[in-house]
């Protein structure tokens, strides 16, 4: 499969070229641990209509538009682009926030839109409204593992033709609760907070970047982070 | 692609109509409903769940949905016939599931909101907990295909799909694939809040439908090539023979009003089979009984199939499962097939003029080779298997 | 007495009108700035149906009121003003 166009939101910025900058002075070190702020993730023109979701959806809806602007492909192929989204740990900034809402105000007290943000495809859902998008859309989650896991599934889309395009990406957060868990109980599982997304394509002419995914069964643990690094070498 | 038939040589269900198949379908031919206030946590909301009684996990110290899983998947394999194991097989796994994959335990988050630190007993259940890969492990399989699907309430059938498209890749021999959920506190609030869960049994399709009941459970099918089947001695009844699977772009919460999501799931599902609507015995419905769903969902089913189409919805006996929901409802349109009859869309009694058609209201003899079971998911996801028979 | 009445709704509005830019994360929108007769859903501020349940849970949390008949919320949330009367009608009681 090969990358089309890629997009990125860390702690250090958006896009490739604050993610080149990080890279050249270190960015794992530098970046782990880090929060992606607010102003990163304020872009009130892509973010149009997505006015309550949560950072977790926000880093990813502007990861995966960012990747489908960056590949060039036309306005007439966003109807039907397939999306998978890959999460270790899914929106649990959000989950934490519904249990708070629970011991707060009691089981018939609590917010629908942080219950319906907490779903781990609400991101996607917000993906595909952004972009028009009306193929397949799926969320995986398989903690380390998780990205490898939706690369192949989108290259088994697209042999059966499910879909021409797929948006393939990675999301994670890291809140307090689950840094606090992590740190205690499985620090190999600590994610970067933030988001990367490609647009994959089987047509070669489409290629934009030095790397090619082919051979998954022999690479494991691939994140989208690493992904990128090695894209944009 | 050269085309590849896949055949489904085992089958698993746990629901509250029962702990294996066949005390699920004798309570659909009993017309049980086996639902009451949740005790499996404190809760101050009194609407009914279809909770499972009389449960005993097999693994004490693992997250209920897991041992949910794990006892359908255990149910499934020894049907198809895998109850040594799998030899030198190339096994993968996917499962869909909401709750398992969220860190979602209440009395850890209790503690540290006070204290800013709490014990960690029971976030180890969820760190060791991924559903599919800790599936695998209790079944003692070494494999890299391993997929735990989170697509809400269409999770169950898009592994199911996804399982198809590994197989007919040949990334595999052998998937063990469907769905589980256990009834949490998080979804139970959440569904309340959002003002579409029933107060009393649900009735799907029903003119007076107000609502989803919550259930548990968990169905599993084993998918493997025919001639794989066949070459071990097996010869198959049951084929998985398309999947649909298609976005709405629509709301988070509500499903696009004009149905086109479904109708596309529809269409694709159709296409791979190489069938036409005519060609469709029954339709296993979706059917949660919200107002929304219903409406949207019946319409399109009677767009796509005319109004003589047989259909029903389960979820009147298991309640919404969830993550399990896809899984249970391939199951119970396998069943469907098998025993030649589907038993009534229990709850239902009067027809919504605005729908159009009616589901089956009694247990219904079937003719045909093929059927189909829908998810819509919230996200405005929309899936669809077509399941056919020798 | 109806001055009472008026000094009160207009309090309601106003505390209304900053609960919902600030609950339904109505960005850009300055609550000084929401006319009393300002739609809810639609047109006019374009609220949808997950905002309406949503408002269901403020009106609980900052008013005490619980919404029980959903079928009337067509009306009790028409405008800003209609819910400032639901909510000043349903506190006196």
């Not at chain 1, 192929?77 to 649990?92: C, D, F, N, Q, R």
């Not at chain 2, 059938?157 to 959920?181: F, M």
């Not at chain 3, 007495?1 to 709704?9: G, I, Q, S, T, V």
């Not at chain 3, 501020?45 to 309406?52: E, I, P, Q, R």
């Amino acid at each position: 499969m090969y990358i089309a166009g890629m997009g990125i939101v860390f702690s250090g910025g958006r896009g490739a070229a604050d993610f080149k900058k990080a890279l050249n002075q270190g960015w794992e070190d530098a970046h782990q641990g880090k929060k992606v702020s607010k102003e990163i993730i304020s872009d009130k023109i892509a973010l149009e209509g997505a006015r309550r979701a949560d950072n977790f959806t926000k880093m990813a809806v502007l990861a995966a538009v960012d990747a489908f602007a960056d590949s060039g492909l036309g306005a007439e192929t966003k109807e039907s682009l397939g999306i998978i989204l890959a999460t270790s740990l899914g929106p649990h900034v959000t989950t934490f926030k519904f249990l708070d809402d629970i011991l707060t105000y009691g089981d018939q007290g609590v917010s629908p839109t942080l219950f319906s943000h907490s779903v781990h495809n609400a991101a996607v859902s917000y993906i595909a409204l952004n972009l028009g998008s009306r193929g397949p859309t799926l969320t995986v989650t398989q903690f380390a593992d998780s990205f490898s896991q939706a690369l192949f599934i989108a290259k088994s889309w697209l042999q059966e033709k499910r879909c021409a395009n797929i948006l393939v990406g990675s999301v994670d957060q890291l809140g307090g609760e689950m840094e606090y868990i992590l740190t205690t109980k499985a620090p190999e599982l600590i994610p970067i907070e933030g988001s990367v997304f490609f647009l994959l394509t089987e047509k070669e002419s489409a290629n934009k970047y030095s790397l090619i995914f082919s051979n998954l069964r022999a690479n494991i643990n691939l994140n989208g982070f690493s992904c990128a690094a090695q894209a944009l070498q | 692609m050269p085309p590849v038939n896949i055949a489904i040589t085992g089958l698993g269900a746990i629901c509250a109509c029962g702990n294996n198949i066949k005390d699920t379908l004798r309570s659909f031919s009993y017309g049980s409903r086996n639902a009451g206030k949740v005790s499996l946590f404190e809760s101050e909301l009194n609407c009914p769940v279809f909770q499972i009684k009389d449960f005993t996990p097999l693994e004490p110290f693992a997250m209920r949905t897991l041992n949910l899983a794990f006892q359908a998947a255990q149910e499934a394999i020894l049907e198809a016939g895998f109850n040594n194991g799998f030899g030198n097989l190339r096994v993968g796994v996917c499962l869909g599931t909401t709750v398992a994959s969220q860190l979602n335990d209440i009395d850890f988050y209790r503690i540290y909101r006070e204290k800013g630190s709490a014990p960690l007993d029971s976030i180890d259940r969820f760190l060791k907990g991924n559903l599919a890969a800790s599936v695998a492990k209790l079944l003692k399989i070494q494999t890299r295909l391993c997929c735990t699907i989170v697509n809400a309430c269409s999770s169950g059938t898009d592994a199911i799909g996804v399982g198809l498209s590994w197989l007919r890749n040949n990334y595999c021999d052998l998937v063990i694939a469907g769905g589980a959920d256990e009834l949490n506190r998080v979804p139970l609030d959440g569904f309340t809040a959002l003002g579409i869960v029933s107060q009393s049994l649900c009735v799907p399709f029903d003119r007076n439908r107000c609502g989803l009941n919550l259930g548990e459970g968990s169905g599993i099918v084993i998918l493997e090539q025919e001639k794989m089947a066949r070459k071990r001695g097996k010869m198959p009844k049951l084929f998985l023979k398309g999947y649909g699977l298609a976005a709405d772009a629509y709301h988070l919460t509500a499903p696009r009003p004009d149905g086109s999501g479904l109708e596309q799931a529809l269409k694709q599902a159709l296409k791979e089979a190489n069938i036409l609507p005519k060609d469709v015995a029954f339709v296993n419905a979706h059917g949660t009984a919200t107002k929304d769903n219903d409406l949207v969902e019946g319409k399109v089913l009677a767009r796509v199939f005319g109004q003589k189409i047989k259909f029903l919805s389960t979820k009147g006996f298991t309640g919404h499962t969830l993550g399990a929901a896809g899984g249970l409802e391939a199951v119970f349109t396998c069943l469907g097939l098998r025993e030649n009859c589907v038993p009534a869309s229990i709850g239902f009694e009067n027809m919504d003029e605005e729908i159009g058609i009616a589901p089956v209201n009694q247990k219904t003899e079937i003719s045909g080779n093929y059927a189909i079971s829908t998810s819509l998911a919230f996200g405005g996801n929309n899936s669809a298997l077509v399941i056919s028979r020798n | 007495m109806a001055d009472n009445k008026e000094e009160e709704l207009k309090a309601i509005r106003k505390k209304l009108k900053e609960l919902l830019v600030s609950q339904l994360s109505l960005e850009g929108i300055v609550p000084e700035k929401i006319k009393d007769d300002e739609i809810l859903f639609g047109e006019g501020l374009g609220l949808d149906s997950l905002d309406a349940v949503e408002i269901v849970v403020l009106l609980q949390r900052n008013f005490a009121i619980e919404v029980k008949d959903m079928s009337q919320g067509k009306k009790i949330f028409y405008s800003v003003d209609t819910l400032a009367n639901y909510i000043y009608d349903n506190q006196k009681k």
